[in-house]
T-cell receptor, first 109, second 117 residues
């Protein structure tokens, strides 16, 4: 079993829908990252959080440390949000990130 | 700032050939790392460096070498390419190494798609 599990693996939504991507992990962590990988392959950092909630534009990331769970929400989704969203965690005693396998999102018109 | 740059973008090798994937960053980051990305798997750490002259192995280091002679550059060498090394390779950097309960924003290069036949 992977230390980091993402769900769903694939998601198709219509433009304007509210989207939620989930990340669950099995170990205590110091921090969690959300990354976005566009179809061209480039990876960009969206959020890094260790508690609570962060918002940037239409993106919101939340984390519940006790539940070992994080969610990435996209409000008013748009086709340009189509990408793979990757969750990564820094286990509490580790010095390297552990990555989930990603959630592939397609937003259609 | 160019950020993190990688060359080449695509490469095809024959089994047994060697090559170097280049990675450079202009953000004066201490920490640089190489990952490979394979279908159905998360990014896996190959090698990393916490500063010039210091490198260490990640979780899948076999068949790869690295060196860090300057802060800016972190090349990855494939010693004798094998079909199992067909993958997409990403270089990443961050201000400092993660650990001690502190993580840092990761900056990724555009990736190198390598095929070994």
């Amino acid at each position: 079993k992977n230390e980091v599990e993402q769900s769903p693996q694939n998601l198709t939504a219509q433009e304007g829908e509210f989207i939620t991507i989930n990340c669950s992990y099995s170990v205590g962590i110091s921090a969690l990252h959300w990354l976005q990988q566009h179809p061209g392959g480039g990876i960009v950092s969206l959020f890094m959080l260790s508690s609570g909630k962060k918002k940037h534009g239409r993106l919101i990331a939340t984390i519940n440390i006790q539940e070992k769970h994080s969610s990435l929400h996209i409000t008013a989704s748009h086709p340009r949000d189509s990408a793979v969203y990757i969750c990564a965690v820094l286990p509490g005693t580790a010095s390297k990130l552990t990555f989930g396998t990603g959630t592939r999102l397609q937003v259609t018109l | 700032n160019a950020g993190v740059t990688q060359t080449p973008k695509f490469q095809v090798l024959k089994t047994g050939q060697s090559m170097t994937l280049q990675c450079a960053q202009d953000m004066n980051h201490e920490y640089m790392s190489w990952y490979r990305q394979d279908p159905g798997m998360g990014l896996r750490l190959i090698h990393y460096s916490v500063g010039a002259g210091i490198t260490d192995q990640g979780e899948v280091p076999n068949g790869y070498n690295v060196s860090r002679s300057t802060t800016e550059d972190f090349p990855l060498r494939l010693l004798s390419a094998a079909p199992s090394q067909t993958s997409v390779y990403f270089c990443a950097s961050s201000q400092h190494a993660p650990g001690g309960s502190i993580s840092y924003e990761q900056y990724f290069g555009p990736g190198t798609r390598l095929t070994v036949t």
